[in-house]
């Protein structure tokens, strides 16, 4: 069981870059999620999905897109990245969204120059 | 999304210390879920509370959830050099959207 990967670990992209932020999770997980941590703000929510082909806006969606095709990834996708999308990334699945302990992956160091 | 607040944010102990940190909502909580993320690491599943009142204890770990299902807390015992860390909570409800403290920093000194 691998649980939570999520591809790259480290990344460097130039503004107004795009790229995709890769998750997977072999639970079988319905819910899945993403998260950017930032010194002294916590864990904000970016985008959730409840199952394949449902997905909605979290805390801070501007600048990101996801879709879930599958019920096993969940890609983030950046549309045109900002110096303020340097962060770090991660993804997060559980059994349902509510009532069960999140799962997160190793996360993704992402640096916009 | 809806906020709970965790206190405080920081804390720094001597090891074999007592540390508790704190987590409150302004409206009531169907469960309340605590986490742990080492330097550089990522958060981990610590334990879910449900019931008003609850007590749990893992280890040196005791965490409780209020009558009013408003805050929790948890409590570790003598630290030790392992406890190092941000531990966060997280308020369960029917709303997707409830988010996580900002979490407390424990560094123990030993």
């Known amino acids: 069981n691998a649980g939570v990967t999520q591809t790259p670990k480290f990344q460097v992209l130039k503004t107004g870059q795009s790229m995709t932020l890769q998750c997977a999770q072999d639970?079988?997980?319905?819910?899945m999620s993403w998260y950017r941590q930032d010194p002294g703000m916590g864990l904000r929510l970016i985008h959730y999905?409840?199952?394949?082909?449902?997905?909605d806006q979290g805390e801070v969606p501007n600048g990101y897109n996801v879709s879930r095709s599958t019920t096993e990834d969940f890609p983030l996708r950046l549309l045109s990245a900002a110096p303020s999308q340097t962060s770090v990334y991660f993804c997060?699945?559980?059994?349902?969204?509510f009532g069960y302990g999140y799962t997160f992956g190793s996360g993704t160091r992402l640096t916009v120059v | 999304g809806q906020q709970v607040m965790q206190i405080p944010q920081y804390q720094h102990v001597q090891e074999g210390e007592d540390f508790t940190t704190y987590c409150n909502s302004s409206?009531?909580?169907?469960?309340i879920q605590w986490y742990k993320q080492r330097p550089g690491g990522h958060p981990v599943f610590l334990i879910q509370l449900v019931k008003s009142g609850e007590v749990k204890k893992q280890k040196r770990l005791t965490f409780q959830f209020g009558e009013a299902k408003k805050n929790s807390s948890l409590h570790i015992t003598a630290t030790q050099t392992t406890d190092v860390g941000t531990y966060f909570c997280?308020?369960?409800?029917?709303?997707?959207?409830?988010?996580f403290g900002k979490g407390t920093l424990l560094t123990v000194n030993p």
């Open positions: 999905s409840v199952g394949a082909g449902i997905t």
């Open positions: 639970m079988n997980h319905e819910y």
């Open positions: 997060a699945s559980s059994y349902s969204g």
């Open positions: 409206t009531t909580l169907s469960n």
């Open positions: 997280k308020g369960g409800g029917s709303n997707y959207k409830l988010t």
